[in-house]
């Protein structure tokens, strides 16, 4: 289960990952997905991703005075 969980990593749609959410949770996983969105989690995915841009802006930086 760990090697499947490996490749999720990424995954953007519910049905590429519907065998493995039905091994772990069961038959009738879906009813824990949310019908409405989120906007606390869509906050925090976009600072998430601002944080990894300037993190990968501070790297590159490194890099090209290195």
């Known amino acids: 289960m760990f090697n499947q969980a490996e490749h999720l ?31 606390r989690y869509q906050y925090l995915c976009r600072v998430i991703l601002t944080v990894q841009a300037g993190l990968k802006t501070m790297i590159e930086g490194r890099e090209t005075v290195a």
């Not at 995954?11 to 409405?36: A, C, L, N, R």
């Open 9 to 39: 990593e990424g995954t953007e749609s519910i049905e590429s990952v519907s065998g493995f959410m039905q091994d772990i949770f069961g038959d009738q996983w879906w009813y824990s997905i949310p019908e409405k969105p989120n906007s």
